[in-house]
């Protein structure tokens, strides 16, 4: 029985659709694009770096992991910045020696070397706690194991940037050229492609580009896949997620170098070196780590900053077990309310509410009413997410603190929330089954006196009218 059917998104990284539900995680226009515009960049990461040390965050429904990959990346990037504009001393003499007597130890950690790089550079880093909660652990195993972006376009653009900007402005999205360079193609599967309509939109301001600053960088998959080895221990690759990757059907979508750490067990670095080596690689520790020509960030800086925790549970059950007034960004990333309403009820948000820090945001792609009715039933400040390359609203926010909601609900969206539309769902004890939360709604929908959403579209409509009518 076929669980989870893969395929491209528009901006090149690729979607998951599960059968079981019969829904979609990600949209037409690209699963890495939406973990940006409706997550990452609205979430104000780059104040909290700034700001503060300890940063701890929540992936409520972590899928195949974009948001958390988005979210490491732009901390590994921006890090990578201040060690490439941070000038580093060169090693004294005496600092000399800490390496030197390294030459005696054939086991070599270069972990042991970050104090020393901290304490003489004074380069300090936030640290990140991701808490993901996600109900099948094979998605989570198969998370960095996934291409985050079409290696073509990628390939193309790194070998010949010059041509690929040419053919990127002078070619239309519907010339064979370029569709045949830098578009994945698609899987012709029937529920997917009624679902999501896949269909490339020739308007391209509706999409976001994903620019190199927007990619995964290189080394969030291997943090990733090592913090999944530290969580469920080495053995990564099972036989459910060995029969995923190994169908020719799904062998575009899955990165053949990142199944060969998985499966190999030889994850990052060195454990033993002949001494023939040992010189080399010392020599490179002092260029990687220590030397003013190191311009990048080290894969084992760059682990140093996250501690990832995976919980593989009913969410319900496991935030009740959180920390209270911890999290400084909540990412809520579930399927739609029709699929999966006990995560969008008015007890389910109260949890959250719980976790929130005093300052923290909880963030949404979804802007239903009723969504946003629960947030405002557990006394939180509720706002709409702008992607501030379209200027669409695409998403709903929600902070105890008023200031953190950069676009508040106006007053016709709140009166929306007053209407038939904006019924919340409910499930106080946190265990119903989604079909009596789903008959609950609907009854108390069907018996309400509230009006609905079209007749309070059309009073508005009207009253609209008769005031421009007014002023002529």
Partial sequence: MRDFEFYYTHDGSVGLYSYDVNDVYHSKFGALSEAWTKFVLPSGIDKLVNNKKNINILDV????????????????????????????????????????KYTNNLKINTVELLPYIETNNKVNFSSFNIDCLEMNKTLVKISPLLKTVNYNKKFFRKIFPHTYFYLKKRLKKNCFIYNLLFLPKLRNNKNISQLLNLRYREDDKQLINVSSDYEINKYVNKIILKKIKENFGDFIVDEYSENLYTKQQNYKYFDRYMIGLAKNN?????????????????????YRYLSSRYIKMNFDIANSLFNLNFYIDDARKTVVNLIDDYYDLIFLDAFTFTNSPELWTVEFIEQLYKKLSQNGKILTYSNSASVRMAFLNNNLYVGKIKDEITGNFVGTIASKDKSAIKYPLNNYELGL??????????DENLSLPKEIILKRR??????????????????MQLKNKEFNNEQE
């Fill in 61 to 100: 429904c972590y899928g195949i992991g974009y948001n958390t990959k988005a979210l490491m990346s732009f901390v590994i990037n921006k890090n990578s910045e201040i060690l490439k504009n941070k000038k580093i001393k060169k090693l004294t003499n005496r600092n000399k020696n800490i390496v030197s």
């Fill in 442 to 459: 609907k009854y108390e929908f069907n018996t309400s006196d509230l009006i609905t959403a079209s007749q309070y579209k059309k009073a």
């Fill in 266 to 286: 030889g994850l990052f670095g060195y454990k033993t070196q002949s001494k023939s080596k040992l010189y080399a690689l010392l020599h490179n520790i002092y």
């Fill in 417 to 426: 929330c007053n209407t038939k539309a904006g019924i919340p769902y409910h």
